[in-house]
């Protein structure tokens, strides 16, 4: 069942490299009102358990340490038909592959630096989003 919720992490690079305010500019100006934001940074044990269902895949150590290794900015976005568009709205994890006008394909400078985090599915949308939002913290 479809929901009108996603979740997204604006990611370490992206933040390092000062793209908060374009990226949550495309968010909006997309249709998405920003339900739940923070600023924030992951531990190694956050990331581990964040990551866990890639924790067998070889990618998974490096994966971590990125996530780990500087602030991201967590939100929580409403907006109609809201995960799959917002995977639209992203593109695809390779910048090089993805779309013009994506937020990785202006952001991201490789697979690994791809700027943004966005929930596959209606379910990883909020299991994601309980992750980084205590129930106080979700509007």
Same mark, same amino acid.
């Given at each position: 069942m479809a929901t009108n919720r !996603?979740?997204?992490m604006i990611k370490p690079d992206a933040v390092r490299n000062g793209h908060i305010g374009g990226i949550l500019s495309m $968010?909006?100006? #997309?249709? /998405? %009102?920003?339900?739940?934001?923070?600023? +924030? =940074?992951? +531990?190694? !044990?956050?990331? =581990? #358990?964040?990551y866990a269902v890639h924790s067998e895949r070889p990618f998974y150590g490096e994966l971590v340490e990125f996530?780990? *290794? *500087?602030? $991201?900015v967590a939100a929580i976005l409403e907006k109609e038909n809201a995960v799959e568009d917002f995977? %639209?709205? $992203?593109? #695809? !994890?390779?910048?090089?592959?993805?779309?013009?006008?994506? $937020?990785? %394909? %202006? /952001? #991201?400078t490789s697979m690994g630096e791809n700027a943004v985090h966005g929930s596959d599915s209606d379910e990883n949308a909020a299991i994601e989003g309980a992750f980084h939002f205590a129930g106080r913290e979700q509007f």
């Open positions: !996603t979740f997204t $968010i909006t100006d #997309a249709g /998405y %009102k920003i339900v739940s934001l923070k600023l +924030t =940074q992951l +531990t190694v !044990t956050d990331a =581990q #358990a964040f996530m780990s *290794g *500087g602030p $991201i995977r %639209k709205l $992203i593109g #695809a !994890t390779n910048p090089a592959d993805a779309a013009e006008g994506t $937020i990785r %394909k %202006k /952001y #991201a």
